[in-house]
């Protein structure tokens, strides 16, 4: 919930004045922040590690293996980019709802960082939903718990690999003369010779892993914060390594994921003289929120488009004023502001 100050908003324009915040001057009053939109950046990447095999040098011999691995490697590749908005405060759009003296305060809620939600209502205080759980690598069979005695006081490394052929190869035949049916021990009961199958499958696996070798995949999670100030064409947000994963973006061991920021505003905003602009302070006190302009994003690589979005962003819009005519006796206006953008969610009388 967001944190809330004072009882009441009565008659705004005849007992509170709101005024660009100077720190140290507004002891007396209530200060807000208008946010910036941010974009929380997720990045979900797969690594896989692939590691030879102890025997790898006779896979060919004994097994017809070509090109197995012959040394460990480490392979990356981004599997989703995700934005996701929310707000900070723009230090260059503090105010302060300043009270004036033996007057009843405003209802005013604020997020825990000072970000104006609402007037006279509650608001909920929203937080950015939990980031993807990283999935680690399935745990690997030992192949030794499979190796029959004769191969374990085997004293030469050939000699077991070339005993750990030899049992690949019967439990292949094993495994043709049950599902023939052929077997001594056939079950017949389906579900206990699917079993059987499955357990010379995983025999047989273990094993040959000895001489093709292995490889984990584990998925991570990554994320990162961007503030957009400008539009760009062509930001570097971080970059990738195929052996390194994420690095920062001046770590030149990654190649660059770049994003785009540009306005979709095709309207020229009206511009208006100073004599327009006095008068028009002078007539309007009230609570300066947000205008926000959207924006489209694109993240990419030289290679491929990961996202491409659009969304309303603070920064990029334009700072407007709800007239405090809103909040005088006969008005008891309620209003709640988006905590992304600074923008006008519900305006309620």
């Not at 209802?107 to 007037?119: K, P």
């Not at 929203?126 to 399935?138: D, M, R």
């Not at 995983?202 to 984990?216: H, I, P, V, Y």
Request: glycine share 6%.
């Amino acid at each position: 919930m967001a944190g809330l100050f004072g009882m009441s908003l009565l008659n705004l324009n005849a007992q509170t004045q709101v005024e660009p915040f100077v720190p140290g001057s507004t002891l007396d009053g209530i200060c807000y922040y208008l946010p910036s939109t941010a974009l929380r950046v997720t990045v979900v990447a797969e690594k896989t590690i692939t590691n030879p095999g102890d025997f790898w040098v006779y896979a060919d011999k004994y097994l017809r293996l070509k090109n197995v691995p012959q040394s460990q490697s480490v392979n990356w590749i981004i599997k989703n980019i995700t934005l996701e908005p929310y707000g900070v405060p723009d230090k260059s759009k503090a105010y302060s709802i300043k009270l004036k003296s033996k007057t009843l305060a405003p209802l005013v809620g604020l997020s825990r960082d000072g970000i104006l939600l609402s007037i006279n209502t509650d608001a909920q205080e929203e937080t950015l939903p939990p980031l993807p759980e990283a999935v680690p690598a399935p745990a690997l069979v030992n192949p030794r718990n499979y190796m029959t005695q004769e191969i374990l006081s085997a004293g030469a490394d050939w000699k077991m690999a070339e005993l750990c052929a030899q049992e690949i190869y019967d439990i292949r035949e094993s495994r043709n003369d049950l599902i023939r049916g052929e077997a001594d021990n056939t079950p017949k009961d389906g579900a206990q010779l699917k079993l059987m199958l499955e357990q010379l499958s995983d025999q047989e696996k273990a094993l040959e892993s000895l001489f093709s070798g292995t490889q984990q995949t584990s998925t991570e999670v990554f994320s990162l914060n961007y503030i957009p100030t400008k539009e760009t064409d062509k930001d570097i947000l971080f970059r990738f390594s195929q052996k390194l994963g994420l690095v920062d973006a001046d770590d030149l061991a990654g190649d660059p994921v770049y994003v785009s920021v540009k306005s979709l505003e095709t309207v020229p905003r009206s511009v208006q003289d100073d004599g327009i602009a006095k008068k028009k302070e002078k007539m309007e006190k009230g609570v300066f929120y947000n205008v926000p302009a959207r924006m489209a994003i694109k993240v990419f690589n030289a290679h491929q488009e990961f996202v491409k979005t659009e969304t309303p962003m603070g920064q990029f819009g334009v700072v407007e004023i709800l007239s405090n005519l809103l909040f005088d006796k006969k008005t008891n206006t309620q209003v709640t502001f988006f905590q992304s953008t600074g923008g006008t969610k519900d305006v309620m009388e």
